[in-house]
């Protein structure tokens, strides 16, 4: 496999459900990110991990919680969310940090969540 | 702060014409520039990026994109839209070289006329 894989795809729970998300990338990168997308709304960084260490946390709910056990595998947990939690979850990488010409973002095709 | 405006939140164009998407960034200084491609059910897509340079940067897919300084924009062109160009279109900037800073735009939705 290449690129930056994401599991489940679809997934439907409801408010007291825990469930996790998983984004895995076969491309040897160093940072990894989680994405929030709604409707009608830009994309929002939720987190991001870089060599395995959480860098950045951008005011998040704690009913999400991120794990990086490895550079090439990232999950959110996710633990009685609300309806309005319900969007599309992305996962990116790259290979550090720092944005030059050759180290981009790197997205997963995203798992589409719904909270009922 | 540093933002990022798609004017155009929806554009519809016949298969064949040329394509233009807006985009206007507010920073002080040249950042780092991208366009994104999502294509229904998928993950972004990096179509093009400026760094430094050449002001018209190419990308995949036939398309290119104009850095303008004086007008803070980056535009994104194609001369000739085909029916699988239907996507949504995200313009992003990194204001200062970090990966965890990239603000993107709100999108235009592209949709083809046959």
């Known amino acids: 496999e290449t690129g930056v894989t994401q599991t489940p795809r679809h997934l439907v729970m409801g408010m007291t459900n825990k469930k996790s998300l998983k984004c895995e990338q076969h491309l040897g990168h160093n940072a990894m990110y989680w994405y929030k997308q709604s409707a009608k709304k830009p994309l929002e960084l939720m987190f991001v991990y870089s060599l395995e260490e959480r860098v950045e946390n951008n005011s998040v709910p704690s009913r999400f919680s991120p794990e990086c056990p490895n550079s090439s595998h990232l999950f959110l947990h996710l633990h009685t969310l609300q309806p309005e939690d319900s969007a599309l979850y992305l996962c990116?990488?790259?290979?550090?940090?720092?944005?030059?010409?050759?180290?981009?973002?790197?997205f997963g095709a995203g798992s589409r969540l719904t909270v009922l | 702060a540093q933002s990022v405006t798609q004017p155009d939140i929806h554009i519809t164009v016949s298969e064949g014409a040329s394509l233009e998407l807006r985009c206007n960034y507010s920073y002080g200084a040249t950042p780092y520039l991208f366009w994104y491609v999502q294509s229904p059910g998928q993950g972004l897509q990096l179509l093009l990026k400026y760094f430094s340079g050449d002001t018209l940067v190419q990308g995949i897919k036939g398309f290119e994109a104009e850095f303008k300084r004086s007008q803070s924009s980056f535009n994104l062109r194609k001369p000739s839209v085909h029916w699988s160009d239907a996507a949504e279109y995200f313009c992003a900037v990194v204001p200062y070289s970090s990966a965890s800073k990239i603000i993107f735009g709100s999108g235009t939705r592209l949709s083809i006329r046959p």
């Open positions: 990116a990488s790259s290979q550090d940090m720092e944005v030059d010409g050759a180290n981009v973002l790197t």
